[in-house]
């Protein structure tokens, strides 16, 4: 097997986890900023209604945030295979994902 150049590395992997970190930090804020506005909401009015619309999506949101840390968990021991035990892997979990 060859072996990838440090800047071949950086370019396929550093890079794009950079910008992977910088789109979730921008998630986190305006997830920050949609709690303060349910929080407003939840003072002001009964919103029992829309309340079903808001618990999907944020049920979606939780699928999604488990689906990313099993996929950082497979990175990091994909990158550092001595560092993590075959059986605490996430990959056998995996395997029939359409991702």
């Given at each position: 097997?060859?072996?990838?150049?440090?800047?071949?590395f950086?370019?396929?992997?550093?890079?794009?986890?950079?910008?992977?970190?910088?789109?979730?930090?921008?998630?986190?804020?305006?997830?920050?900023?949609l709690?303060m506005?349910?929080?407003?909401?939840?003072?002001e009015?009964d919103?029992?209604?829309?309340t079903?619309?808001?618990?999907?999506?944020?049920?979606?949101?939780?699928e999604?945030?488990?689906?990313?840390r099993?996929?950082?968990?497979?990175?990091?021991?994909?990158?550092?295979?001595?560092?993590v035990?075959p059986?605490?892997?996430?990959?056998?979990?995996?395997?029939?994902?359409?991702?």
């Open positions: 097997m060859k072996e990838a150049s440090p800047v071949n950086e370019m396929a992997i550093v890079l794009p986890l950079g910008v992977v970190a910088y789109q979730l930090m921008k998630i986190e804020a305006d997830l920050r900023l709690n506005k349910a929080l407003d909401f939840a003072r009015r919103n029992a209604l829309h079903g619309f808001v618990e999907a999506r944020l049920e979606k949101i939780n999604a945030l488990d689906s990313i099993a996929l950082v968990s497979d990175i990091a021991a994909d990158l550092r295979p001595e560092a035990p059986a605490h892997s996430n990959r056998e979990r995996h395997v029939d994902r359409d991702d």
